[in-house]
């Protein structure tokens, strides 16, 4: 499990990092949040829900039933849209981060 980076969608807001209970995610010579030990990711989700760029994806890898596919979460006033992607698409749809998190 971990979370895949993507440079160009980063705006260096840092609320992904501010956010990693692991303290994994850092800035880059550009100000770009790369994460440093990808196999050290708990797979908490925190710097997903948080990042509204885009920028983060969480990789549902095949160990876990993930077959390979994403996972992003867009904001959208109190709704919270969880997005896999990948062969098939599903979106599951929360109320805000408390109920989020009960998943």
């Not at 039933?65 to 996972?71: A, R, S, V």
Request: some cysteine; aromatic content about 8%.
């Amino acid at each position: 499990m971990s979370i895949r980076m993507h440079k160009e969608n980063c705006v260096s807001c840092g609320k992904c990092q501010a956010v990693c209970p692991g303290s994994l995610l850092k800035s880059d010579a550009e100000g770009k949040t790369f994460i440093k030990y990808p196999k050290d990711c708990w797979g908490c989700t925190s710097c997903v829900k948080e990042c509204a760029f885009d920028a983060i994806h969480y990789y549902l890898g095949a160990d876990i039933g993930g077959k390979g596919h994403t996972l992003t979460i867009k904001q959208e006033g109190n709704l919270m849209h969880w997005l896999i992607q990948g062969k098939q698409q599903k979106t599951i749809i929360t109320t805000d981060k408390t109920q989020a998190n009960a998943y």
